[in-house]
Each structure stands twice: as structure tokens, then as C-alpha cells.
């Protein structure tokens, strides 16, 4: 990384900080108030046009070498989900398991691990930044998104990829607590975001996410979606579950979480 670009990654880190540390203060009162989830959301959109202005469409997030493999990498979010149906394909060690590609789409799709497999794959070594205050550095393997949305072929007014997970967690706002996370068009065919299916040289682990999460790798861990089991392409997510974007997003979190 050029010394450039490492002082705008360090900006940038800030910027989303600053917007991170108002938004997950945990008090109640600020998100419930208007004004203030007005004021989260505008430092939002700084955030997103900060990033997308000082960052080439294709600025790669820094890779790693084998050496600098974390010995210990922390599960981020449900270790495993609490749900009969990934319970049963767990337990055929997912030869059941597909993963349907549909909504704004010109072929929809329902594609096994072996079919994913055969797709151009990718291997990077990057480092997962947490919410939380923690970091690792992990190894993935996977199908670059922009081949699987390329296989479907996106409709006109296609805009967000939404990720459906598998995985159940509390029962708010609308009833449903099931994990999901959406990004733009612009990272979903970075170079770097991929549907990983393996982590360390081996298949993901459960508690990493397996058969298959997200690694899209200029945002904060929670985008990284684990237990995929569909891929929704929208043009606007107003009127899917709480409307912003994503399960915790739903909750208060920034939708673009870029670092």
C-alpha cells in the first residue's frame, strides 16, 4: 500500500468513526429521535461520498500474506443459526443447500456449492475490521459476486443486491428477526467482494458462516453476511423488513459501513 493511499484509508477510518461512534452509542433515546437519525443519516451519506470520492470504483482494501495470518480469528455475529431447515442441511453436509439468485434479474438461478465452485474463483488475504473494536486477518476463497450476478444478468433499474441469511436472531419491528445486508451495485462487482466458500485453505466453518458469506472487503464486519441462502436484486429496500438495508441498520447502524 503507497503511503497515499494509506493516509486516505486513515481518513476514511475516521470519518467512519466519528459517524460509527454516534450512531451505536446503545442509548435508546438518540435513535428514537427524529432529529438525531436525521443528522446519523446525512453524516452517512459524507461517509459514502468521502469514501467514493477519494477511492477509485476498483481501490482494492489492503491483502496480507500468509505470514500474517491471525492464529485466532473471532466468530462476528451468530455462531450458528438457530433454525430447523440450516439444521437439516448442516447435517447433509449441504449437499441439499442452494443458493437462489432472483428479484431484478434476467435468469434466475439455484445453484449448488459444486455449480459455485465451478465459477472463476478468487483468493485474497484481508483483514476483517469488527464493529466491536476488534480486527483479524483470515484467508477466503470464493466466486467473485460479479460472475454470479453476471450468470443471472441484471434487469434495468437493478440498483442494491440484498443477502438473505439463514440465520434467525431477535423478533423486532416487523416480526421477523432473520439476518439480512444489502449493498450497491458499485461494491457487489468489486473486485474484491466475494461469495466465499472457504477460509484458511479449508471449507468455511460453521461458525464463519458455511456454506457461503459475503466478503466485501471495504466495510465494517457486519456487512459480511454469513449463511447466505438467497441473493435479491432490488432497486430500493424501503419496503423490505425495516426498510434500511440491513438487520442492524434496521436497528440504527449506518448502512454503509466503508473503512
Not at 461512534?21 to 433515546?29: K, S, Y
Not at 437462489?100 to 465452485?117: A, F, I, N
Not at 483483514?127 to 453476471?150: M, N, T, Y
Not at 451495485?185 to 466475494?194: C, E
Request: glycine residues 10%; neutral net charge.
Amino acid at each position: 500500500m503507497t503511503t497515499r493511499q494509506s493516509s486516505r484509508r486513515n481518513f476514511l477510518a475516521r470519518l467512519a468513526a466519528g459517524a460509527g461512534a454516534l450512531a451505536l452509542t446503545g442509548c435508546d433515546r438518540l435513535v428514537q429521535d427524529d432529529n438525531v437519525d436525521a443528522l446519523l443519516r446525512q453524516t452517512e451519506k459524507l461517509t459514502l461520498a468521502g469514501q467514493r470520492a477519494l477511492l477509485s470504483r476498483h481501490a482494492l482494501a489492503r491483502e496480507y500474506s500468509e505470514a500474517d495470518l491471525s492464529p485466532v480469528f473471532r466468530a462476528n455475529g451468530t455462531q450458528m443459526p438457530d433454525s430447523n431447515e440450516y439444521a437439516r442441511l448442516l447435517e447433509g453436509s449441504f449437499m441439499d443447500w442452494r443458493l437462489q439468485v432472483d428479484g431484478l434479474v434476467e435468469r434466475p438461478q439455484s445453484l449448488s456449492l459444486t455449480e459455485l465452485k465451478r465459477f472463476p474463483s478468487r483468493t485474497q488475504i484481508t483483514r476483517h475490521d469488527c464493529v466491536e473494536g476488534w480486527s483479524a486477518i483470515g484467508k477466503w476463497h470464493g466466486v467473485p459476486l460479479a460472475h454470479v450476478l453476471d450468470a443471472a444478468g441484471l434487469k434495468p433499474g437493478a440498483r442494491y443486491v440484498v443477502l438473505h441469511c439463514a440465520d434467525d436472531l431477535e423478533k423486532a419491528l416487523d416480526g421477523s428477526g432473520r439476518y439480512y445486508e444489502s449493498i450497491d451495485l458499485i461494491d457487489a462487482y468489486h473486485p474484491q467482494t466475494i461469495l466465499a466458500y472457504g477460509m484458511n485453505g479449508r471449507d468455511l466453518p460453521v461458525r464463519h458462516g458455511a456454506p457461503l458469506r459475503l466478503r466485501v472487503e471495504r466495510q465494517l464486519g457486519y456487512k459480511q453476511a454469513k449463511y447466505l441462502m438467497r441473493i435479491e436484486v432490488v432497486d430500493g429496500f424501503s419496503t423490505l423488513f425495516g426498510g434500511k438495508g440491513g438487520f442492524w441498520e434496521d436497528r440504527g447502524y449506518e448502512w454503509y459501513a466503508g473503512i
